[in-house]
């Protein structure tokens, strides 16, 4: 009962963030997008982009697939705004974000209970035994976090004049 | 054994967002948290109140004893930055912070595994019956949301000109 009611409000908490930040990429404009969050820090674009990319490296993180878009990891995590990010078209980054996000929560879906308390692709079956936190779940608490933090940040786009 | 490892995973995410914040209150000066996030938004000092405000409400919500500074509610949640915040002195809202931060964090030490799953004070009991997940430890996953939010925005801070 408990067990089940864990994964309810981890999942909760992760999908009302995800649906807050999806209504505020559907809000703005691709002009709004182009716009930095503040002088000299990230645009929307980049950090459409940037959240799509951590997404899509969720799949193999959760042993759930293959990332769709492995190229927007460099472009979008390694390196900052800037270098690469005008190869990208808005349209494009929308349509990537979308699909991202639909295929991760349809395999995130099909999972059991016991194996949200799995180890995560990125520990070692040595290390887990020692760290049995770091787990699946422990990916979407973390994930959740993180889209939190950007959608603070995205928020300062809104009403802005320029 | 996977009881435990929920709190831990639950609490260890709270207490890196609070310590990444509380690192970056301490890098900032006076000065510093004078400066806007973005123009015309928030400053980092309305926002030093705000995360204050919000986390000692948690001690009535989580039935931890009474909020140490009730007035912070209003002059940091429900108004804006500007009204009542030219009344309090950054050096004073350093304080409050570590110290509710602190009482916050010993109140929380106390609770056992059952007592995380109990309904926090501002669900009653017949709605908790129909919404279990409505508990104290529902009440740190969102927080934690909370602080990660505006930890993004107050990153923008860091390195700023003016």
Redesign the interface.
């Known amino acids: 009962m408990?067990?089940q009611?864990?994964i309810?409000?981890?999942l909760?908490?992760w999908h009302q963030?995800q649906k807050r930040t999806d209504d505020l990429f559907r809000q703005f404009s691709d002009e709004d997008l182009l716009k930095q969050?503040?002088?000299g820090?990230n645009t929307g674009k980049y950090l459409l982009g940037h959240l799509t990319a951590v997404h899509d490296r969720m799949l193999p993180l959760l042993g759930l697939g293959q990332a769709l878009y492995p190229t927007l990891h460099d472009d979008f995590e390694t390196r900052g705004d800037g270098g690469q990010v005008k190869n990208y078209s808005t349209s494009d980054l929308r349509r990537y974000w979308t699909e991202v996000n639909t295929t991760l929560g349809n395999a995130m879906a099909t999972l059991t209970f016991e194996q949200w308390?799995e180890r995560h692709t990125a520990i070692s079956a040595d290390d887990f035994s020692r760290e049995?936190?770091r787990?699946r779940?422990?990916v979407i608490?973390?994930r959740?976090?993180?889209i939190?933090?950007?959608?603070?940040?995205l928020l300062?786009i809104r009403n802005?004049e320029s």
Chains 1, 2 share one sequence.
């Open positions: 408990k067990e009611l864990i309810k409000m981890v909760d908490a963030y969050i503040a002088p820090k308390f049995p936190h787990n779940l422990n608490i973390n959740t976090n993180h939190a933090w950007h959608y603070g940040q300062l802005k």
